[in-house]
T-cell receptor
Framework: AQRVTQPEKLLSVFKGAPVELKCNYSYSGSPELFWYVQYSRQRLQLLLRHISRESIKGFTADLNKGETSFHLKKPFAQEEDSAMYYC???????????FGTGTKLQVIP | DAGITQSPRHKVTETGTPVTLRCHQTENHRYMYWYRQDPGHGLRLIHY???????DKGEVSDGYSVSRSKTEDFLLTLESATSSQTSVYFC???????????????FGEGSWLTVV
């Protein structure tokens, strides 16, 4: 079975402060990990995926297989970063994608 | 833009009535999904399809059925709506053609369903 855990329902930070959204996963094989962002009442949008190792909107995430984590980080939060963030996992050989319960990021001006 | 359209976008219905949500895609993607989004639960997979007339259950399939008679349309039906099915429903596809990244899920804009 595959599982994604996002332990924080809400994360509040001040503008300019560093951000870390936590994601832990459980999967026996080699997973693909994703971060999605959802702005108020909009569709979910792909933010980044671990295999591309890119930085989008200043966000980065590194897959740590030893700790089974894929935390999302940004050094300086901006007000426009306020949104819901979902971590997701796709197990190999099967098209099912499992999402975490999401973390709401609130950036305080 | 993954070319996904959901309809209706908003609907209020009464308990016990049937409801069908439609997902339409224009880019010939093989895999399509229906998720529901609820506070505290995130997104949960209801049903998915891996081809025309090929569908399977997700983690919260009770009370829902789906059909895919052609590649571009994936229908989600609530046979007899209940208040617990009040939710936001998202259709999604797995990128496989054109400019979309493979193995990445792309979402529609959502359908807000209220069962009273």
């Amino acid at each position: 079975a595959q599982r994604v855990t996002q332990p924080e329902k809400l994360l509040s930070v001040f503008k300019g402060a560093p951000v870390e959204l936590k994601c832990n996963y459980s999967y026996s094989g080699s997973p693909e990990l994703f971060w999605y962002v959802q702005y108020s009442r909009q569709r979910l949008q792909l933010l980044l995926r671990h295999i591309s190792r890119e930085s989008i909107k200043g966000f980065t995430a590194d897959l740590n297989k030893g700790e089974t984590s894929f935390h999302l980080k940004k050094p300086f939060a901006q007000e426009e970063d306020s949104a819901m963030y979902y971590c997701a996992l796709r197990g190999g050989g099967y098209q099912k994608v499992t999402f975490g319960t999401g973390t709401k990021l609130q950036v305080i001006p | 833009d993954a070319g996904i359209t959901q309809s209706p976008r908003h609907k209020v219905t009464e308990t016990g009535t049937p409801v069908t949500l439609r997902c339409h895609q224009t880019e010939n993607h093989r895999y399509m999904y229906w998720y529901r989004q609820d506070p505290g639960h995130g997104l949960r997979l209801i049903h998915y399809s891996y081809g025309v007339k090929d569908t399977d259950k997700g983690e919260v399939s009770d009370g829902y059925s789906v059909s895919r008679s052609k590649t571009e349309d994936f229908l989600l039906t609530l046979e007899s709506a209940t208040s617990s099915q009040t939710s936001v429903y998202f259709c999604a596809i797995r990128g496989s053609t054109g400019n979309l990244s493979g193995n990445t899920i792309y979402f529609g804009e959502g359908s807000w369903l209220t069962v009273v």
